[in-house]
């Protein structure tokens, strides 16, 4: 054994999230509720840094109700100036 007389298992926790409930979206369809996220996290990074605590909430919400194929279209979109809406606060 290395070092050690005992086996000892190191366990690790692992909390998951996932946005919350908003009841600007009670419907089943979140399409609305992810966009409206990807926005105001943009928006919200300009406006404060992307260390401010309700931006990370803005970023957990819309990874967790976007699909990969959303977030890659709207970030190539933002990158090449062609994005639908203006993200300056």
């Not at 290395?2 to 190191?10: I, Q, R």
């Not at 946005?19 to 992810?34: I, Y």
């Not at 890659?72 to 809406?85: C, I, L, M, Y």
Request: net charge negative; charged share 25%.
């Amino acid at each position: 054994m290395s070092g050690s007389d005992s086996d000892e298992t190191e366990t690790k926790t692992i909390v998951l999230r996932t946005a919350g409930f908003d009841a600007r979206f009670p419907n089943t369809n979140q399409t609305k509720h992810c966009w409206q996220n990807y926005v105001d996290y943009f928006k919200c990074i300009k406006a404060r840094g992307e260390d401010f605590p309700p931006c990370k909430q803005f970023f957990r919400a819309y990874h967790s109700l976007c699909p990969t194929d959303y977030i890659s279209k709207w970030d190539t979109q933002r990158e090449e100036g062609n994005f639908p809406v203006n993200l300056n606060p």
